[in-house]
């Protein structure tokens, strides 16, 4: 077997590969060993996922929706005292409403508790997230995007190698693997819905939908990637690093989602 990336000889390769991070809460959508080689799984977790999923976006959006980290710790934002400018941590209440706050560096703790217990009240600032790195986060979705393929191939029973060698999946496998041009695979977002927003889905319970994907033929020579996550819709097309097709797509579809025909309930 050879790794979906690299395309060098997966037999010595032991770790599983999560297509969505583990770290926002991804347990179930798993790659066995050999289709990800550990060489390629390394490079994404320290070069792409661990930097982009520590920008102050990703980290809000985990916050609002209380997903643990990947070693099970509640998610953190910071924010900063105001009357003492002591740097904040905020941590969410996992089980229900609320945070729990305390000083970011244990010796500002004193600096903070005086003030509380003097002014008996707290006021306090969150910076507003800044957007994801663009480069990194398109990097993410067409590495999401193949391994979403290779899953779709192991639960059909297909051969996953005819993946590693199709020829017209080399550019954006090289554009996520090593950063090939363009600098920018372009991708489409629009927000469908707030983060935190719960909906009733037949047969299960209620809860928010953090995750969901999908494969749209926009045109017969353009396959489109859709996913969803944090109530935000990205598309990508998986053969040529264009968007502009899929725009037009949803002008003619009324702006219905792939993920969302009938629209939401």
């Known amino acids: 077997m050879n790794c979906l990336f690299c395309k060098l000889?997966?037999?010595?390769?032991?770790?599983v590969e999560h297509i969505i991070p583990e770290s926002i809460g991804n347990t179930t959508a798993v790659l066995p060993p050999g289709i990800v080689c550990d060489k390629c799984n390394n490079y994404f977790s320290v070069k792409i996922e661990g930097p982009l999923l520590d920008e102050s976006y990703f980290r809000h959006m985990r916050y609002h929706t209380r997903i643990r980290t990947k070693k099970g710790n509640p998610p953190r934002i910071e924010g900063i005292h105001l009357d003492t400018l002591v740097s904040l941590n905020l941590y969410p209440n996992i089980d229900g409403q609320g945070a729990s706050i305390g000083a970011s560096y244990p010796?500002?703790?004193?600096?903070?508790l005086d003030s509380l217990s003097s002014r008996g009240g707290f006021s306090f600032i969150v910076p507003f997230p800044t957007p994801p790195n663009e480069q990194l986060l398109s990097r993410l979705l067409g590495?999401?995007?193949l391994e979403a393929y290779a899953l779709h191939y192991?639960?059909?029973g297909l051969d996953v190698q005819e993946l590693v060698h199709d020829a017209e999946l080399d550019p954006?496998?090289?554009?996520v693997r090593r950063g090939f041009k363009p600098k920018i695979w372009p991708f489409n977002s629009r927000r469908l819905y707030d983060p935190e927003h719960?909906?009733?889905i037949p047969g299960q319970p209620p809860g928010a939908i953090l995750c969901g994907w999908t494969a749209q033929q926009v045109t017969p020579e353009d396959p489109y990637f859709i996913l969803e996550l944090f109530g935000v819709e990205y598309a990508l097309n998986i053969g040529f690093p264009e968007v502009d097709k899929y725009r037009r797509w949803l002008i003619d579809n009324a702006n219905r989602s792939p993920l969302h025909p009938d629209g939401f309930m």
């Open 107 to 112: 010796h500002q703790e004193a600096l903070l």
């Open 154 to 156: 192991l639960k059909e």
């Open 9 to 15: 000889d997966t037999a010595t390769s032991r770790s």
């Open 172 to 175: 954006l496998r090289d554009y």
């Open 143 to 145: 590495k999401v995007a």
């Open 198 to 200: 719960h909906f009733t």
